[in-house]
Nanobody, 116 residues
Framework: QVQLVESGGGLVQAGGSLRLSCAYS????????MGWYRQAPGKQRELVAI???????NYPDSVKGRFTISRDNLKNTVYLQMNSLKPEDTAVYYC??????????WGQGIQVTVSS
């Protein structure tokens, strides 16, 4: 079993910054990548950042240059630094862990609200 616990969400004004954290524990071997998804009301869940075991990162154009994903293996924590936030970044953000054999674990989600 894997546990993913997000923290750091909240309300911020447009142009501001937030840093999300995802602490992971449990059966955390065979990790391929970790990342963040988000889901806004009435919209599909979308990937916003992913980091491989080798440190490669990938972002969609909607957040590229504003969001940065990082990972601290000693603390078993993944971070999402979000800068220059926009109202359209408002969503529930989910931490994910991808492991071998197609296994994916999800956090419970955390709300991020950006006011205009």
């Amino acid at each position: 079993q894997v546990q993913l616990v997000e923290s750091g969400g909240g309300l911020v004004q447009a142009g501001g910054s937030l840093r999300l954290s995802c602490a992971y524990s449990g059966t955390i071997f065979n990790i391929i990548a970790m990342g963040w998804y988000r889901q806004a009301p009435g919209k599909q869940r979308e990937l916003v950042a992913i980091i491989s075991n080798g440190g490669s990162t990938n972002y969609p154009d909607s957040v590229k240059g504003r969001f940065t994903i990082s990972r601290d293996n000693l603390k078993n924590t993944v971070y999402l630094q979000m800068n220059s936030l926009k109202p359209e970044d408002t969503a529930v953000y989910y931490c994910i862990m991808n492991r071998t054999f197609g296994r994916r674990s999800w956090g419970q989600g955390i709300q991020v609200t950006v006011s205009s």
